[in-house]
């Protein structure tokens, strides 16, 4: 056990000789451990929103400014992305090959996402439209990307309504 | 309780000459041992400060299914309370009750409705509105998918949710460092 001992004590003065009571502190110490341990999380789990956008649905608010109007929309088909405007812009990012089979170019999809907020620098949303067949895992990657670029208001819609 | 100087306790109470020798040590070497404490102190203060490090106050609000590996992203939110869909290979759950099966969802080209699953967010948005009547309704459900599910089938749970009222989705997915 600690204590702590000053040599004093002797010619009929209290002694001053101290025990440190170190039990009750690792009883507190132990507790602390199992609380802890019980409600440790160790898995990092979040999540991605996204609300769902129905194509040609009429606003029910007031006329939005015009460049507001056009609606930026990010397809995922199968073989690639698709960058388009419901001005009539379109950009195509074919998938690459690597190793004998073809994957999303997440890359060329960063850039272009860059340069388009540049030019949309006032917009923060955009329209995901997965098709059929495309694995969920590479939704939510071009989601990732989407918002690393500055599009945080994501809606999801069918993309086989824009094809 | 009387505050004493330390001194070698153990055995002490044995009225025996040989072993109140041996415990003081006459002659040889002591059996009495000091326990060390202040090591065992100080890997117990470690271990809390790591373990406050890792502790989260919101807690778990979904599990992770052996079933289901999620994808990783790292621009995300924290998670919400809200009705848990789960999709695996095999079944489509609502908060661990199946309503659907993932390959018969994923054969039909055509958006079909998920009626159990219509029917159980609906039944749940009517208990949310009863505990809460003065507030809006946010209509959040977390959708939580095995990486490699075709979207076809996120794409008719999305929609089954958006019939019961749930327009806004979220993704359950494993954090990544920033």
């Given at each position: 056990?600690?204590?702590?001992?000053?040599?004093?004590?002797?010619?009929?003065?209290?002694?001053?000789?101290?025990?440190?009571?170190?039990?009750?502190?690792?009883?507190?110490?132990?507790?602390?451990?199992?609380?802890?341990?019980?409600?440790?999380?160790?898995?990092?789990l979040?999540?991605?929103?996204?609300?769902?956008?129905?194509?040609?649905?009429?606003?029910?608010?007031?006329?939005?400014?015009?460049?507001?109007?056009?609606?930026?929309?990010?397809?995922?088909?199968?073989?690639?992305?698709?960058?388009?405007?419901?001005?009539g812009?379109?950009?195509?990012?074919?998938?690459?090959?690597?190793?004998?089979?073809?994957?999303f170019?997440?890359?060329?999809?960063?850039?272009?996402?860059?340069?388009?907020?540049?030019?949309?620098?006032?917009?923060?949303?955009?329209i995901?439209?997965?098709e059929d067949?495309?694995?969920?895992?590479?939704?939510?990657?071009?989601?990732?990307?989407?918002?690393?670029?500055?599009?945080?208001?994501?809606?999801m819609?069918?993309?086989?309504a824009?094809? | 309780?009387?505050?004493?100087r330390?001194?070698?306790?153990l055995?002490?109470?044995?009225?025996?000459?040989?072993?109140?020798?041996?415990?003081?040590?006459?002659?040889?070497?002591?059996v009495?041992?000091?326990?060390?404490?202040?090591?065992?102190?100080?890997?117990?203060i470690?271990?809390?400060?790591?373990?406050?490090?890792?502790?989260?106050?919101?807690?778990?609000?979904?599990?992770?299914?052996?079933?289901?590996?999620?994808?990783?992203?790292?621009?995300?939110?924290?998670?919400?309370?809200s009705?848990?869909?789960?999709?695996?290979?095999r079944?489509?759950?609502?908060?661990g009750?199946?309503v659907?099966?993932?390959?018969?969802?994923?054969?039909?080209?055509?958006v079909?409705?998920?009626?159990?699953?219509?029917?159980?967010?609906?039944?749940?948005?009517?208990?949310?509105?009863?505990?809460?009547?003065?507030?809006?309704?946010?209509?959040?459900?977390?959708?939580?998918a095995?990486?490699?599910i075709?979207?076809?089938?996120?794409?008719?749970?999305?929609?089954?949710?958006?019939a019961a009222?749930?327009?806004?989705?979220?993704?359950?997915?494993?954090?990544?460092?920033?």
């Open positions: 056990m600690a204590a702590i001992e000053t040599g004093g004590g002797g010619s009929g003065k209290k002694a001053v000789n101290q025990e440190i009571p170190l039990i009750p502190f690792i009883d507190l110490l132990l507790c602390c451990v199992m609380f802890l341990l019980a409600t440790a999380v160790w898995n990092q979040a999540a991605m929103n996204a609300n769902q956008q129905v194509p040609g649905q009429a606003s029910t608010e007031d006329a939005p400014p015009e460049d507001e109007k056009v609606k930026l929309i990010l397809q995922i088909r199968n073989s690639g992305y698709v960058l388009g405007s419901s001005a812009e379109s950009i195509d990012i074919e998938k690459r090959a690597v190793a004998d089979q073809k994957e170019d997440t890359d060329e999809l960063q850039a272009k996402l860059g340069q388009w907020k540049q030019a949309w620098d006032k917009r923060d949303d955009l995901v439209a997965p067949g495309v694995r969920y895992e590479d939704v939510i990657r071009a989601m990732d990307i989407a918002s690393a670029a500055g599009f945080i208001n994501l809606s819609a069918d993309g086989a824009f094809l | 309780m009387a505050i004493k330390p001194e070698p306790e055995l002490h109470h044995i009225p025996l000459k040989f072993v109140r020798d041996r415990v003081s040590g006459h002659g040889r070497k002591a009495d041992h000091q326990i060390p404490l202040i090591p065992f102190i100080d890997f117990l470690v271990l809390v400060i790591f373990l406050l490090m890792s502790f989260s106050a919101s807690g778990e609000l979904i599990a992770q299914q052996p079933t289901i590996t999620m994808p990783d992203a790292k621009n995300t939110e924290q998670i919400e309370i009705p848990v869909v789960a999709i695996d290979e079944v489509i759950t609502l908060d009750t199946r659907a099966d993932t390959q018969t969802q994923g054969q039909s080209a055509q079909d409705r998920i009626e159990p699953l219509i029917q159980g967010l609906e039944s749940e948005k009517r208990k949310w509105e009863t505990i809460h009547p003065s507030e809006p309704f946010a209509g959040q459900v977390i959708v939580q095995d990486r490699n075709d979207f076809r089938v996120v794409k008719k749970v999305m929609f089954s949710a958006a009222g749930y327009g806004n989705v979220s993704f359950a997915v494993n954090q990544r460092e920033q």
